[in-house]
């Protein structure tokens, strides 16, 4: 199994400089790294400092010191770091020194001291490939569990991370919590299979403001619902148990999106994939759940060209867009990862034809979205700015994640507050985008 690198993490300081931690650790969770509880294991060791008075300046260069001589890779933060000449002359060799809520640049420097050699694979990574450009601040990814129980054949993730290990729910409800408390207004809850929190704790009964909660999708879902602020949720397999959560969204807790990786429509394809929730009628299952939200944007990602598609199978797949009129998609050729069960599955597909099939795919679906998108024109809409650039406001709506999806343009929204809720015209479909005023 390849190690996740380690960073060793030192919090001192008030409950500002705990909400900094917090965004550190969920960014580096996040990005794949682990939180090592001791110095040794650490590949380097992050100290979030505290300048308030004399005894805390004390207490935070003794722990640097500490941090020093245990680990020798040293990245300083918080409010100690404003004094970087300081730091920097007591201890030389530290590797970056950064003042308080920077976390941008500390998550920076632990990537460039430290980076994270496993590559970024459309099949393992949870959030997209950004490298090192980090989230804005009004948004955070939030990490339920690692690992995964399942078994796909083109999946190496099981091997590498091993099985699924939910966090606790309180644990993820109090970091929700402080992120919502510290500017976040967006949750992207992530982890290999959203659908299957709790399996490994047996639903496990946990407890958050001293209320029990159980390690489940649903009630989590319940609890990050009451936090006011949008939450979306991302890898979902198309279980009956997730029929549940669909009020959550018609009701307006939780955005009324989901990111469910369907990979494939046809069902002897599906099976060599050893796909999750294989066997469901996910035809069916969209219809049921769009009766009961009508909003709901389904976005998935496909792989075509697995070892033994016949045209017969991947017309499967053109006819399943026809039918389940997917909000976004995404599609990759299939390609074989080092140690995947299904690099040993007889007839491969040849490479032109997986072009061929993946330029079919494509034409389809833009078709397809494209319809989907230009519906919502006339409507009002609740959109979270994420951007003011050239005079006019870049936003996103509840059928956009970011990084992944669409956005919306509000042209008249040079001087809306970023990190703000609010609601717009939409005036135009382009593309994959859509155009909008302020009401
Ligand atoms: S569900 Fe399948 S593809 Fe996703 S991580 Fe688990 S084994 Fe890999």
């Given at each position: 199994?390849?190690?996740?690198?380690?960073?060793?993490?030192?919090?001192?300081?008030?409950?500002?400089?705990?909400?900094?931690s917090?965004?550190i650790?969920?960014?580096?969770?996040?990005?794949?790294?682990?939180?090592?509880?001791t110095?040794?294991?650490a590949?380097?060791?992050?100290?979030?400092?505290c300048?308030?008075?004399?005894?805390?300046?004390?207490?935070?260069?003794?722990a640097i010191?500490?941090?020093?001589?245990?680990?020798g890779k040293?990245?300083?933060?918080?409010?100690?770091?404003?004094?970087?000449?300081?730091?920097?002359?007591?201890?030389?060799?530290?590797?970056?020194?950064?003042?308080?809520?920077?976390y941008?640049e500390?998550?920076?420097?632990?990537?460039?001291?430290?980076?994270?050699?496993q590559a970024?694979n459309?099949?393992?990574?949870?959030?997209?490939p950004?490298?090192?450009?980090l989230t804005?601040?009004?948004y955070?990814?939030?990490?339920?569990?690692?690992?995964?129980?399942?078994?796909?054949?083109?999946?190496?993730?099981?091997?590498?991370?091993g099985?699924?290990v939910?966090?606790?729910?309180?644990d993820v409800?109090?970091?929700?919590?402080?992120?919502?408390?510290?500017?976040?207004?967006e949750?992207?809850?992530?982890?290999?299979?959203?659908?299957?929190y709790?399996?490994d704790?047996?639903?496990?009964?946990g407890?958050?403001k001293?209320?029990?909660?159980?390690?489940r999708?649903?009630a989590?879902?319940?609890?990050?619902?009451?936090?006011?602020?949008?939450?979306?949720l991302?890898?979902?397999?198309?279980?009956p148990?997730v029929?549940?959560?669909i009020p959550?969204?018609?009701?307006?807790?939780i955005?009324?999106y989901?990111?469910?990786?369907?990979?494939?429509?046809?069902?002897?394809?599906?099976?060599?994939?050893k796909?999750?929730?294989?066997?469901?009628?996910?035809?069916?299952?969209?219809?049921?759940?769009?009766?009961?939200?009508?909003?709901?944007t389904?976005?998935?990602?496909?792989?075509?060209?697995f070892?033994?598609e016949?045209?017969?199978?991947?017309q499967?797949l053109?006819?399943?867009?026809?039918?389940?009129?997917?909000?976004?998609v995404?599609?990759?050729?299939?390609?074989?990862?080092?140690?995947?069960?299904?690099?040993?599955?007889p007839?491969?597909?040849?490479?032109?034809?997986?072009?061929?099939?993946?330029?079919?795919?494509?034409?389809?679906?833009?078709?397809?979205?494209?319809?989907?998108?230009?519906?919502?024109?006339?409507?009002?809409?609740q959109?979270?700015v994420?951007a003011?650039?050239?005079?006019e406001?870049?936003a996103?709506?509840q059928?956009?994640?970011?990084?992944?999806?669409?956005?919306?343009y509000?042209?008249?929204?040079?001087s809306?507050?970023v990190?703000?809720?609010?609601?717009?015209r939409?005036t135009?479909?382009?593309?994959?985008?859509?155009?909008?005023?302020?009401?």
């Amino acid at each position: 199994m390849s190690e996740s690198p380690k960073v060793g993490f030192v919090s001192l300081g008030c409950p500002k400089a705990l909400v900094d931690s917090e965004r550190i650790l969920t960014q580096l969770r996040t990005d794949g790294y682990e939180i090592s509880p001791t110095y040794e294991d650490a590949g380097l060791v992050v100290v979030n400092t505290c300048g308030f008075i004399d005894s805390a300046v004390a207490e935070s260069l003794d722990a640097i010191g500490e941090a020093m001589d245990a680990n020798g890779k040293v990245i300083v933060t918080g409010c100690l770091g404003v004094k970087a000449e300081e730091i920097q002359a007591e201890f030389p060799a530290v590797l970056a020194v950064t003042g308080p809520q920077a976390y941008e640049e500390v998550v920076g420097a632990v990537h460039q001291h430290l980076p994270n050699q496993q590559a970024h694979n459309p099949f393992l990574e949870l959030v997209p490939p950004q490298g090192i450009k980090l989230t804005p601040r009004h948004y955070a990814y939030l990490k339920i569990s690692e690992g995964c129980n399942h078994r796909c054949s083109f999946c190496i993730i099981p091997s590498m991370r091993g099985n699924l290990v939910s966090r606790p729910v309180g644990d993820v409800l109090e970091e929700a919590e402080r992120l919502v408390a510290a500017g976040v207004r967006e949750l992207l809850v992530i982890s290999q299979d959203t659908s299957a929190y709790g399996v490994d704790v047996k639903y496990r009964t946990g407890f958050w403001k001293g209320r029990p909660v159980k390690t489940r999708m649903q009630a989590l879902c319940e609890a990050l619902g009451s936090l006011g602020v949008w939450v979306r949720l991302h890898y979902v397999y198309p279980y009956p148990h997730v029929d549940h959560i669909i009020p959550l969204m018609s009701e307006g807790n939780i955005v009324p999106y989901l990111d469910i990786p369907f990979q494939h429509a046809s069902l002897p394809v599906l099976k060599r994939m050893k796909r999750p929730a294989a066997t469901e009628n996910t035809l069916k299952r969209i219809a049921h759940w769009r009766e009961q939200c009508p909003e709901l944007t389904i976005r998935s990602t496909f792989i075509v060209g697995f070892p033994g598609e016949t045209d017969a199978e991947f017309q499967e797949l053109l006819d399943f867009l026809d039918e389940a009129q997917l909000d976004r998609v995404g599609c990759f050729e299939y390609s074989e990862v080092e140690g995947a069960a299904a690099n040993a599955l007889p007839d491969p597909v040849p490479d032109e034809v997986k072009h061929e099939r993946f330029h079919a795919f494509m034409e389809k679906q833009a078709a397809i979205s494209q319809q989907r998108l230009a519906q919502k024109v006339g409507k009002t809409l609740q959109v979270l700015v994420d951007a003011i650039d050239d005079g006019e406001a870049i936003a996103r709506s509840q059928a956009d994640a970011p990084e992944i999806d669409g956005l919306v343009y509000i042209e008249d929204g040079g001087s809306l507050p970023v990190g703000e809720f609010v609601n717009v015209r939409i005036t135009e479909a382009l593309e994959h985008d859509l155009v909008a005023v302020t009401l």
